[in-house]
C-alpha cells in the first residue's frame, strides 16, 4: 500500500489544486475530456425508476408519456429506468404515481450499482444495504429480488432513519428491515451471513453534475484521505458480512480515484485471496475504471470497475464495482447489540386469527392475500389494532437485533370493521376486485391535495381503494352518505 504521504501528493494533490473538471484533464485523453466538457454543458435530465413490485415496465410505458406528455429515453444499464428529456408537461413529482410509490426519482447513475448484482442462483436472498439511506437503492434491490427473502437496509445516521422507512413503505417492500447500526462494525456482529451486499458508500459527492440542493464545494486533500479511509473500512465489513461465494458492490458518486479505484486496491491488498473483482459483462458503452492515477498504480483487477464519466450515457459522474466474495475470513462473530424481538409489542396471530383476518380480506376485497403472505414467506401479528406482515427470514436470524422497523404494515382491525392499510392498498390496489370507488378525472387534482371529494359507489362507511376513470391508483378514501369520499391519504404525500 501506497504511504499517506505520497497519497496526498498524487491523485489527491491534483484534484485539490485544479477545480471542476479541470481536476479530471490528467485522467482523459484530449478528445475525451473535449467530450466531457460538452456534456456538462448539457442539463441533467430527470429520471425515473419503474417499481415493478406494482407495475410492468411495459404497462408504465403504455400510459405514462402520453397521460404526462413525456419525452423519454431508457436507461440502458437499467430495463426499469426512464431519463426525461425536456421539461415534461407534468412534473413527475406531481403525479398519482408518484406519490403512491409506483416510481422512484433518482439520478440515472444511480441505477446503476443494484444492475450489477445477479440473482439466479439465489431464490431467497438475504440483502444487506449498509449505508442505505436515504434509500433509493434499497428500493431498488427490493424490487430485483422480487421482494423475497430479507433485505436489511442500514444506516449509521439516525437522523436518516425516518427517510429511510418511509421510502421503504412506500415503496410497499414486505421483506425489509430497517436498522440504525455503525456499518463499519457489522461485517463483524453479522460475519458472513448475506447472499448479496451493497455498499454505496458516503464520500465526497464531486460528480461533475450536482443538481437540485446540493452546492458542489471544494474537498481537501485531508478530507479526502479521511473520506478514503473510511471507505477502506466500510468495504472491509461489508465483505466480511458476505457468505463466501456472495457478491459485494461498492459504488460511490464521486470520480475521485483515491475514493474509488484507490479504494478497491487497498482493500485487494488487506484481504489477499478474499475477494476478486468481477468483470461486468453486457453494459453496452465501456466504461473501464482507471489503472493508475496520481502516480500510483493499482491492481490489475481494478480496472474492471465502471467509471461512468458524464459523457458516456448522459448521466452524472459515478463508480462502482461488482466483487465477489472467495474464501471465509473465518470470523467467528462479535458480541453483537441485543434487542428482544419481545419488546415490540407484538402478538402472533393464530391460525384461527389469521384465517379470519385473511377470510375478511378476500370477502371485502377480492384479493387472496393469503396466498401473497405464503408467497413471501410472510407471518402475521398484530400490535393493538394494527396487523403487520413480518418476513420469516428475520424471525429465524435477526429477531434479536435492534430494529427500526420491520415488515410492513397491512391493516387495522377496528370497531368500524377491517381497514387495509394505505401501505397495502399502494402494492395491491391494482388487484383489488372488490372494496374499491372510482372518482371523476376532474376530482384527481383536489384529491391530490388532500381534499375530499364527490364520488358515488358501494360499502358506505368501508376504507376502500380509491382509483380515477383511467384505473390509476389514488390510495384510500372512506364513502360517507350524500356522496362524499373521505380523503385518507398520509399527510406526507398530499401537495400543497
Not at 403512491?100 to 439466479?120: K, V
Not at 428482544?340 to 379470519?356: H, W
Amino acid at each position: 500500500m501506497a504511504k499517506k504521504g505520497k497519497q496526498r501528493s498524487g491523485a489527491a494533490a491534483v484534484v485539490e489544486k485544479l477545480t471542476g473538471a479541470e481536476a479530471y484533464r490528467p485522467l482523459l485523453g484530449a478528445e475525451e475530456f473535449e467530450q466531457l466538457l460538452k456534456a456538462l454543458e448539457e442539463p441533467l435530465p430527470a429520471a425515473l425508476r419503474i417499481n415493478a413490485l406494482k407495475i410492468s415496465a411495459a404497462d408504465a410505458l403504455a400510459t405514462w408519456p402520453e397521460w404526462y406528455g413525456w419525452e423519454i429515453r431508457p436507461v440502458l444499464f437499467c430495463p426499469a429506468g426512464w431519463q426525461l428529456l425536456h421539461d415534461p408537461e407534468r412534473r413527475p413529482s406531481l403525479t398519482p404515481e408518484y406519490k403512491l410509490g409506483f416510481f422512484f426519482l433518482q439520478d440515472a447513475a444511480s441505477m446503476l450499482p443494484a444492475e450489477l448484482f445477479t440473482w439466479d442462483e439465489v431464490e431467497q436472498p438475504l440483502i444487506l444495504d449498509l449505508a442505505a439511506a436515504p434509500g433509493g437503492k434499497s428500493t431498488h434491490l427490493a424490487s430485483l429480488s422480487g421482494d423475497r427473502g430479507l433485505l436489511l437496509a442500514n444506516d449509521n445516521s439516525y437522523s436518516r432513519i425516518a427517510a429511510l422507512k418511509s421510502v421503504l413503505q412506500d415503496w410497499g417492500a414486505f421483506n425489509a428491515l430497517v436498522t440504525n447500526l455503525p456499518g463499519e462494525k457489522i461485517g463483524g456482529w453479522l460475519p458472513e451471513q448475506f447472499d448479496r451486499v451493497l455498499l454505496d458508500a458516503p464520500c465526497s459527492m464531486d460528480n461533475l453534475r450536482l443538481a437540485g440542493k446540493h452546492a458542489r464545494r471544494p474537498v481537501s486533500a485531508r478530507e479526502r484521505q479521511g473520506l478514503a479511509q473510511r471507505q477502506v473500512q466500510l468495504l472491509a465489513s461489508a465483505i466480511q458480512a458476505a457468505k463466501p461465494g456472495g457478491q459485494i458492490v461498492y459504488s460511490t458518486c464521486t470520480l475521485a480515484p483515491e475514493e474509488d479505484e484507490g479504494v478497491l486496491d487497498s482493500v485487494l491488498r488487506m484481504l489477499p485471496g478474499i475477494v476478486e473483482i468481477e468483470e461486468v459483462q453486457g453494459l453496452p458503452i465501456p466504461a473501464p475504471a482507471l489503472s493508475a492515477a496520481g502516480g500510483r498504480e493499482f491492481s490489475p483487477q481494478v480496472r474492471r470497475g465502471l467509471r461512468l464519466w458524464p459523457h458516456l450515457y448522459g448521466t452524472s459522474g459515478f463508480f462502482a464495482a461488482r466483487l465477489r466474495k472467495l474464501g471465509s475470513t473465518g470470523a467467528r462473530g462479535d458480541p453483537r447489540p441485543y434487542r428482544p424481538f419481545e419488546k415490540q409489542g407484538l402478538t402472533r396471530l393464530g391460525k384461527s386469527g389469521q384465517g379470519a383476518f385473511l377470510g375478511r380480506f378476500a370477502e371485502q376485497y377480492g384479493l387472496d392475500l393469503g396466498a401473497v403472505i405464503e408467497d413471501h414467506a410472510l407471518t402475521l401479528w398484530k400490535r393493538s389494532e394494527a396487523i403487520v406482515a413480518i418476513p420469516e427470514a428475520y424471525l429465524a436470524r435477526f429477531a434479536d437485533l435492534p430494529v427500526e422497523m420491520a415488515g410492513l404494515l397491512v391493516g387495522e382491525e377496528t370497531r368500524d370493521g377491517l381497514a387495509p392499510s394505505h401501505e397495502l392498498v399502494a402494492r395491491l390496489g391494482r388487484r383489488f376486485t372488490r372494496g374499491k370507488v372510482r372518482i371523476a378525472l376532474a376530482e384527481v387534482d383536489r384529491w391530490l391535495t388532500g381534499m375530499d371529494v364527490e364520488a358515488e359507489g358501494e360499502g358506505i362507511g368501508k376504507v376502500l381503494a380509491v382509483e380515477d376513470e383511467r384505473g390509476r391508483l389514488l390510495g384510500r378514501g372512506k364513502l360517507h352518505q350524500q356522496g362524499r369520499l373521505k380523503n385518507m391519504l398520509p399527510r406526507r404525500l398530499v401537495v400543497g
